[in-house]
């Protein structure tokens, strides 16, 4: 695949789902709708024990998210209010009242698995982060790196991140049916899958739940005309942020 055919790729994945969102509409993020999926989504084996050890004792709990374009919130107009990570924070505010909870916003665009490991010690060494959670795979998929590279890469940032005294969870690709017909994301979401199960790491089902929304018609992610963009885009960020605290709230159990 050419670099040029990658960037139009990567861009069109970026706003499948991210299209641009105003600043008064990321305010406003709240779904009405019913975006709750079936516990098999949200639940995992592995826990995070020390972010449940501070949820427990209500002390300070810091996230760092580090990903791609949806992490830092390009296809939302740059507006890092409408990404999934300030969406994550409210919600886990909302579902532990109380808690002093902030979540940072490590994204960065089009980078792969290797690139965001290389900046680990950068943006994740004084983050006094308790726990990371890792979006990783999109671009990947797109540049079609090797799988075996990628799961190296990613037992590698794992052992990082937990020589460093952080706790893991991995979120895997966002769905939708046009850049599923030209994007082949199967190896390396069954990639990402193993190197979680092998590492006993939390893996976050983000392609299952999109795709179960896209499915069950609570988000429509193709012929959005244009004046509904903008919603949608705001309540699919806001409704992964409950689903994530949802699977951090069950990780902490």
Same mark, same amino acid.
């Given at each position: 695949?050419?670099?040029?055919?990658?960037?139009?790729?990567?861009?069109?994945?970026?706003?499948? =789902?991210?299209?641009?969102?105003?600043?008064?509409?990321?305010?406003?993020?709240?779904?009405?709708?019913?975006?709750?999926?079936?516990?098999?989504?949200?639940?995992?084996?592995?826990?995070?024990?020390?972010?449940?050890?501070?949820?427990?004792?209500?002390?300070?709990?810091?996230?760092?998210?580090?990903?791609?374009?949806?992490?830092?919130?390009?296809?939302? +107009? +740059?507006?890092?209010?409408?990404?999934?990570?300030?969406?994550?924070?409210?919600?886990?505010?909302?579902?532990?009242?109380?808690?002093? =909870?902030?979540?940072?916003?490590?994204?960065a665009p089009r980078q792969v698995a290797q690139q965001m490991f290389n900046r680990f010690d950068r943006d994740l060494g004084d983050s006094h982060a308790t726990l990371v959670l890792?979006? =990783? +795979?999109?671009?990947?998929?797109?540049?079609?790196?090797?799988?075996?590279?990628?799961?190296?890469?990613?037992?590698?940032?794992? +052992?990082?991140?937990?020589?460093?005294?952080?706790?893991?969870?991995?979120?895997?690709?966002?769905y939708s049916p046009d850049t599923t017909a030209v994007i082949n994301f199967e190896p390396y979401l069954n990639t990402l899958h193993e190197v979680g199960s092998l590492t006993q790491t939390y893996v976050f089902r983000r392609y299952d739940i999109m795709k179960y929304w896209s499915d069950n018609g609570v988000f429509q992610f193709t012929d959005v005309p244009t004046g509904e963009r903008r919603a949608l885009a705001a309540r699919v960020y806001a409704c992964l942020g409950a689903r994530l605290a949802d699977a951090i709230g069950y990780a902490s159990r």
């Open positions: 695949m050419s670099d040029a055919i990658a960037r139009v790729l990567a861009f069109a994945l970026a706003l499948a =789902v991210a299209l641009p969102v105003t600043r008064s509409l990321a305010q406003t993020t709240a779904a009405p709708i019913d975006c709750t999926v079936p516990t098999d989504l949200i639940e995992d084996e592995p826990t995070l024990p020390a972010t449940a050890a501070l949820i427990k004792a209500q002390k300070p709990l810091i996230i760092a998210a580090i990903g791609g374009s949806s992490t830092i919130g390009t296809g939302a +107009g +740059g507006d890092s209010d409408a990404a999934y990570p300030h969406q994550l924070e409210l919600a886990l505010a909302k579902r532990f009242p109380g808690l002093p =909870v902030t979540v940072l916003n490590k994204g890792w979006e =990783v +795979g999109v671009t990947d998929a797109v540049r079609q790196t090797d799988p075996d590279e990628f799961a190296q890469t990613l037992q590698a940032g794992i +052992g990082w991140l937990r020589a460093h005294d952080m706790e893991v969870m991995l979120i895997d690709m966002q």
